[in-house]
């Protein structure tokens, strides 16, 4: 062997190595594909309604303020709990409600506390951003925020 690393060696570690981690890459590209739908997230349960709340909470940049499951702005509180923080595990009607009725009374004018907009929601965007935001609670994040408040 060479005692000093020759132009074709150099070349060789250049071409393995580039292939090694494409592949190794597509590899982990794949496994977190196919992590996503089949054991952290339920398909099964994507309901008509969630896609149509995912659109409202695309189309009224929710995530300006707002994170969910860690991505988004930090203005606001993370809401990929918010169903849970509001008691739908237990009580799926009352927590529906009271987020409604929490995004109807927007913004609430309390004096040193941050404002959130009032959207003028309809009553079927409501229901279907709730669908969603129930939807997103099912993740599995891995015990992902690790505390209730995100
Ligand atoms: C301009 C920034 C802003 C935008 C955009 C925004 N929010 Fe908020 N949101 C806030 C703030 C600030 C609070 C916390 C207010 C408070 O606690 O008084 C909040 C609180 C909430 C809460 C209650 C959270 C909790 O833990 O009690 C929900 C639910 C919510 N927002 C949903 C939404 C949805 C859905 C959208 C998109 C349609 C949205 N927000 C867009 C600023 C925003």
């Known amino acids: ?3 000093r690393l020759t132009k074709a060696a150099a070349r060789n570690i250049f071409y393995g190595g580039s292939a090694f981690f ?14 996503m739908v089949t054991t952290s997230t339920d398909e099964s349960t994507l309901t008509e309604s969630v896609a ?7 189309e009224n940049s929710c995530i300006n303020c707002h994170t969910l499951l860690g991505e988004g702005a930090y203005f606001a509180p993370e809401l990929g ?5 509001y008691g739908g595990a237990d009580d799926a009607e009352g ?13 609430s004018g309390i004096e040193g506390r941050r404002q959130m907009p009032q959207f003028n929601l309809t009553d079927q ?3 279907d951003l709730v669908d969603f935001l129930a939807w997103t609670s099912t993740i599995d994040t891995q015990g992902w925020p690790p505390n209730e408040a995100g």
């Open 125 to 127: 965007e409501l229901n």
């Open 52 to 58: 149509r709340g995912k659109h409202v909470w695309e």
């Open 95 to 107: 927590a529906r409600m009271a987020l409604i009725a929490w995004m109807q009374s927007q913004p």
């Open 81 to 85: 709990n918010v169903w849970l923080r």
């Open 22 to 35: 494409f592949v190794t890459f597509v590899a982990l590209t794949a496994h977190s594909h196919f992590y």
């Open 1 to 3: 062997m060479a005692d």
